[in-house]
């Protein structure tokens, strides 16, 4: 009996593990096995996996019983479960689910020698006054300062990571990946997290205007934010490249490299429509004000090091591609 080829999926279902487990189904060797809850269908999040084969679904409560029965199939788990949003108001909640699961599932990887790539994400960098330098260095970490729970929770198990392999007590291959503002297909489920691209398309389409914080700092501008916009088809690139090549190890930072302004953003989108822009701005709301970010750009040198090659998609690339071939499309799913 031939042995299975095994990716399991964690958070296989949302928006960033899906379209890591329709890339990897695209090897007819491999399994992928996706872990996750589909909740309510008319969220439509059961969608994001149904264009693709998966080897088996797994609740997340029977995800360990299920492991230990096919761990010895099992090459990789990708494990890009998480409670995503920056406004979470259960801190409890938070931890369980990007700590403490996170914990528990790579040292079952450690034991087993299985590999893990997991999502950290760009929130562990806080305000930026530190810079975007993904440093693996326990000093590194720790002096990084989130601004909420969830980038708190993201930088204590890069954290855990790095110093579990400084005691040789780590998976085979471990690889966090800090992402930075993803946006693509498949993310019509997370609503009001959605990408500012999503979120405008409607009020495009439709001919309308759109709206955009104003800016509380004299030396930005209103829409003028910026962030590291990387497309999900390159976050996907990454998570398969690392699949093929198991010698890489650490926590990277994964975006486009280059910053870019949310007006940036919403002129792609109009153009992509090709239709005239119309843009206001709008008050921030003040729970938010003094915990909003208003640069980030990834240093991308370590996985370049490391050998990654494929250059990253432009803004206007990937927009481009987003509203013709997803969001103007009457199946918008990958």
Known sequence: MTQRRIAFVTGGAGFIGS?????????PTLDVVICDRLREAELGKWKNIAKHPIGDFVAPEDMFDWLE???RDVEVVVHMAAV?????????????????????LFRWCADRQRRLIYASSAATYGDGGQGFDDDNSYEALTALRPLNTYGWSKALFDIFAVRQAARDYAPPQWVGLKFFNVYGPNEEHKRSM????????????????????????ADVPDGGQQRDFVYVRDAADVTEWLTQNPQVNG?????????????DMARAVFTAAGKPAKIDYTPMPP????????FTEARMDRLKAAGYAKPMTPLEEGIGDYVR???SQPDPYR
């Open 84 to 104: 995503s949003s920056t406004t979470e108001p259960d801190a409890d909640k938070i931890v369980h689910s990007n700590f403490t699961l996170s914990r528990d």
């Open 19 to 27: 379209n890591i487990a329709a890339k990897l189904a695209e090897d």
């Open 287 to 294: 729970m938010i004000r003094d915990k909003y970010q208003y």
């Open 325 to 327: 071939n997803y969001l």
């Open 69 to 71: 029965k096919r761990w």
């Open 194 to 217: 959605k990408s500012v691209a999503s979120q405008i398309w409607p009020h495009v389409r439709d001919g309308h205007g759109v709206q955009l914080f104003k800016s509380y700092r």
């Open 251 to 263: 926590v990277f930072n994964l975006g486009s490299g280059t910053a870019r302004s949310f007006e």
